[in-house]
């Protein structure tokens, strides 16, 4: 016989998607979110950006050099993680930090550990929390350029009802370049959607929950909820981080039960814990016990009794 059979392993049929289209995507839904932050927080904003980025790559890069590993930065996952970290970076940080938190991310959690597929938890969360626990730079938040700074109190820091909704969704507050814009994260949410790119499931479940404790925690003030809600980086990393691919659970039942304890986590922390955020802490918490809720989620194979796939 001339034709040769091919054996192989699933899975058999091929989506067509690359991890660079998927990054690519990713990328083009945080734009909104990182012009937003240039129009608010004005062109420091953009050399934030800028830097962050090009260490991410280069750190990428030059690790792959040194180890004489097949080169990566083609698949874009690089350049995602510093743009994250820049969304997650006031705009007035020192520029050395920059440099050392990205350091951190690509080759400390990602490279060592593998490369991209292989590290435990989302890089970017993982620097913010180093930073946000080493530098001080990160605890006083960047006022807006756009307007006068007096009447831009930080909601999270000083109560949620001191700055209006409308301030909170259009993002005229203080905080890091990425987090303030509501109305830009959205869109690349619903971009991410229409792509196919996420789905609801932990986006949803975090912000639901959060939503609810809030409202009860604030005496049943739905306006203060919704602004606990706004503020902050819960929206950005519910959005953009919690969704991590490798990171976060593979079932739809894995994934809500995922978003609603990162939910649980940040209320606690907001409302109780030391830090006025806790976003990154709850999502790095959930990032670790990820494995533990697929093993608890996984679907059993038909006709083989208590195993699992």
Known sequence: MSQKTVLSVSPHIHSGRSTAGIMRDVLIALLP??????IIFGARALLVVALSVACAVGFEALFNVLMKKEQTVGDCSAAVTGLLLAL???????LWQIVAGDFFAIVVVKCLFGGLGYNLVNPAIAARVLMLVSFDAMISPCMPTIVDTVATATPLAEGAHIV???????????G????TCTLAILLGFAYLLFR?????HIPVSFIACALVLCFLLEGFDAYEAMGQVMSGSLLLGAVFMATDYVTSPVTPVGR???????GLITVLIRYFGAYPEGVSFAILFMNILTPY???????????KGGKTV
């Open 33 to 38: 979110t990182t012009v937003a932050g240039a």
């Open 293 to 303: 809720i697929d093993r608890l989620t996984r679907r059993h194979v038909f006709g």
């Open 196 to 200: 196919r790119v996420i789905t609801w």
């Open 164 to 174: 209006p909704l409308y301030r909170l969704f259009l993002g005229i507050y203080g």
């Open 88 to 94: 997650n970076l006031p705009a007035n940080i020192p």
């Open 176 to 179: 890091t370049i990425g987090e």
């Open 256 to 262: 809500v039960i995922f978003g609603v304890g990162a």
